[in-house]
């Protein structure tokens, strides 16, 4: 069965030092991966995907990801946070040649301290 | 200024009504989805359409309906047979019949039922 891990539920970082959010996933055959932010009280919005290719994926707002086959992990990554960097954030996977649906990792809420 | 629309942000019912989430979207996406969210949990998919007149089940479809007779509209009837249907509602739209694609969400309505 697939399935996507966050395992942490909350990651504090100061403005101005890098950011990690982490996210694991299982799945039987190749993975499509990505990653969405929420901001309170609004919709989702895309950040980046990695298909295949490139293990390192450049998203929007200054975000990457690094996919790791042997660890089965996508791990979100910037180098410097902002406070605006502040969200909720959501991985997602879906499985090479399975239906249109995503499974979502619970989220992980990003707080960026001044 | 293209994009999804839901309508309304707010809504409140009493228990034992029906009640029509609106979900417009004028990106001429083929794919339509209704996600469920919850606090502490990842998207929950309650039905999706790939195709005008035609949607699948997700992983939640009980107590709630969906029609699909426009490309642009997708509503979602919560029926007084969910059982739990205070949550934050999401909905979304993909370009459809590529192998990956992201998904495109609204801005949400937040339903309460008392």
């Known amino acids: 069965a697939q399935s996507v891990a966050q395992p942490e539920d909350q990651v504090n970082v100061a403005e101005g030092n890098p950011l990690t959010v982490k996210c694991t996933y299982s799945?039987?055959?190749?993975?499509?991966l990505f990653w969405y932010v929420q901001y309170p009280n609004r919709g989702l919005q895309f950040l980046l995907k990695?298909?295949?290719?490139d293990n390192l994926v450049k998203g929007s707002y200054g975000f990457e990801a690094e996919f790791n086959k042997s660890q089965t992990s996508f791990h979100l990554k910037k180098p410097s946070a902002l406070v605006s960097d502040s969200a909720l954030y959501f991985c997602?996977?879906?499985?090479?040649?399975?239906?249109?649906?995503?499974?979502w990792g619970a989220g992980t809420k990003l707080i960026i301290k001044p | 200024d293209g994009g999804i629309t839901q309508s309304p942000k707010y809504l409140f019912r009493k228990e034992g009504q029906n009640v029509t989430l609106s979900c417009e979207q004028n990106?001429?996406?083929?794919?339509m989805y209704w996600y469920r969210q919850d606090p502490g949990q990842g998207l929950r998919l309650i039905y999706y359409?790939?195709?005008?007149?035609?949607?699948q089940k997700g992983d939640i479809a009980e107590g709630y309906s969906v029609s699909r007779e426009k490309k642009e509209s997708f509503p979602l009837t919560v029926t007084s047979a969910q059982k739990n249907p205070t949550a934050f509602y999401l909905c979304?739209?993909?370009?459809?019949?590529?192998?990956?694609?992201?998904?495109?969400f609204g801005p949400g309505t937040r339903l309460t039922v008392t």
């Open positions: 359409s790939q195709i005008v007149n035609d949607f």
């Open positions: 990106l001429n996406h083929d794919a």
């Open positions: 799945v039987s055959g190749n993975p499509y």
């Open positions: 990695y298909i295949t290719g």
């Open positions: 997602a996977v879906r499985e090479e040649g399975s239906n249109y649906q995503l499974i």
């Open positions: 979304a739209s993909s370009i459809s019949g590529q192998l990956v694609h992201e998904q495109y």
